[in-house]
């Protein structure tokens, strides 16, 4: 298996661009998580989907993120519009379900100027 | 000037040694733990994890101890290496529907060799 795919591996973008990050999960798992690290605030979680649907959003930031699962191998993660303070590396992360063990992937590491 | 961030704890040993990293979790119905490797530039890796029934798990060169009386997990490495440098994690499972893994902040591991 290849593992949790991400891309780009790396974004640098201006401020007030939009940008989408991409997430393609383990094949079988049920749950997709995605998650922010920064230096000042570590390893944050954002959203986590089960079976395709959002469970809890309560880390999104504001209502410039956005996420979405359109189907069982496939999210995305949107921000629009983009501003410095997004600048941290965003992993995605899937299992088989949302109590156990988590695969991340390599992560996007984001810049905005 | 002087940069703001998380100060996570550091823990810094030579090579050959055994390192002890702990780890206190918050919620005493939690049933499920797992500790995590995140190497610079990568995405956290799974290292081992330990379930509530237990008190005491191996791996390879690795040793979980869990005690629940005082909501205490530890990982310990035998014969540390340099490849042992990261930053590791431990996580908890609070076995709630709705609930997904609760991170630590993680503990910064530097082997000297």
């Known amino acids: 298996d290849a593992g949790v795919i991400q891309s780009p591996r790396h974004e640098v973008t201006e401020m007030g661009q939009e940008v989408t990050l991409r997430c393609k999960p383990i094949s079988g798992h049920n749950s997709l998580f995605w998650y922010r690290q920064t230096m000042m605030r570590g390893l944050e979680l954002l959203i986590y989907f089960n079976n395709n649907v959002p469970i809890d959003d309560s880390g999104m930031p504001e209502d410039r993120f956005s996420a979405k699962m359109p189907n069982a191998s496939f999210s995305t993660l949107k921000i629009q519009p983009s501003e410095p303070r997004d600048s941290a590396v965003y992993f995605c992360?899937?299992?088989?379900?949302?109590?156990?063990?988590?695969?991340f992937g390599p992560g996007t590491r984001l810049t905005v100027t | 000037g002087e940069s703001v961030g998380l100060h996570l704890p550091t823990l810094s040993v030579q090579e050959g040694d055994n390192s002890i990293i702990n780890c206190a979790y918050s919620n005493s119905a939690s049933d499920y733990f797992i500790w995590y490797k995140q190497e610079s530039g990568k995405g956290p890796q799974f290292i081992i994890d330990i379930r509530s029934n237990m008190d005491k798990r191996q791996g390879q060169r690795v040793t979980v101890l869990l005690n629940k009386t005082v909501k205490h997990l530890s990982l310990q490495i035998a014969a540390t290496q340099p490849g042992d440098s990261a930053v590791y994690f431990c996580a908890e499972s609070p076995n709630q529907a709705g609930t997904a893994l609760i991170f630590g902040k993680g503990t910064t591991l530097s082997v000297s060799s």
């Open positions: 992360a899937s299992s088989f379900s949302e109590n156990y063990e988590q695969y």
